[in-house]
């Protein structure tokens, strides 16, 4: 099973359930050491429209960070808690995000490339078909990846692109290359296996093996219980053990307060 994670919703992004106190406690009982919170960040501008439905809105945040820091005083020396934040890299949006943020004692970033450009209403990751769109998602996530404020790579292979177009191999290659660059790991998105999802898949983690990627395994939980659905993490280790990836459970937890702290 596995000690940290790092990938983890709640209630206020408006598609994932329970209490922060129940991920805590489930975490705890899934023998999970270090748990970081990092729900889908609020995009000034954003909060009246469609992404409202996948992501906290502004007037959240405060209550978020508030809870999460509580937890990590009340459960100290059980579990090591982190706060942290999911986010799409938009290119003329993230400085705009980045000032929002700065006020919140916010600690990691993860890059979850859900749409692309900075199109509030733009093409979705997750349908991707064309060659020319999946160079722009590549294109997006290392120019994110290369601002050096995020800690790791979330479900890099979330397009529902043809596996086997030669395109898809390249582009997946790139991404590994970068992050190998970077010295930051792609994640194996568990999520994707409890829903049955078209991520993560093996053409990918061929990727990974022939770039000698270091993987992280996220959960991606939307619910506490997927701490403990032993059937989806075991399945998720026969993989990386099918591939004999390198895997680790550790990130920078503090990349982004130190950007803060450098630049105060």
């Known amino acids: 099973m596995i000690k940290a994670n790092f990938h983890t919703h709640t209630e206020r992004c408006n598609h994932a359930g329970c209490s922060d106190r129940r991920y805590v406690d489930v975490a705890i009982e899934a023998g999970i050491e270090v748990l970081g919170f990092s729900d889908h960040t609020p995009y000034v501008g954003f909060e009246n429209d469609f992404y409202s439905f996948y ?70 990751a997750h349908w ?14 290392i120019e994110g990846l290369e601002t050096g404020l995020f800690s790791y790579l979330a479900h890099p292979d979330l397009p529902r692109f043809d596996r086997s177009h030669p395109a898809f191999r390249r582009e997946m290659k790139r991404l590994c290359e ?41 959960v991606d939980a939307h619910l506490p219980d997927q701490f403990t659905d ?11 053990d099918k591939y004999g990836l390198r895997t680790t459970e550790t990130i920078d937890t503090k990349r982004l307060l130190r950007y803060y702290e450098a630049n105060t």
């Open 55 to 124: 992501r906290m809105t502004p007037d959240r945040l405060r209550d978020y960070v508030d809870s999460v820091n509580a937890l990590r005083e009340e459960y100290k020396g059980r579990i090591e808690i982190c706060l942290g934040l999911e986010a799409e890299y938009y290119p003329k949006l993230f400085p705009g995000l980045l000032e929002f943020l700065k006020p919140y004692g916010i600690e990691y970033l993860i890059l979850g490339q859900h749409y692309l450009d900075d199109d509030q209403y733009g093409l979705s």
């Open 128 to 141: 991707i078909q064309e060659e020319k769109d999946l160079v722009k998602y590549t294109d997006q996530c």
């Open 178 to 218: 970068c992050s190998n660059r970077l010295s930051l790991p792609v994640e194996i998105n568990v999520l994707g296996i409890y829903r049955g999802r078209h991520y993560p898949c093996e053409e990918f983690l061929e990727v990974c093996r022939e770039c000698d990627s270091t993987v992280i395994v996220g």
């Open 230 to 240: 032993r059937e989806s993490i075991e399945k998720t280790f026969r993989l990386i």
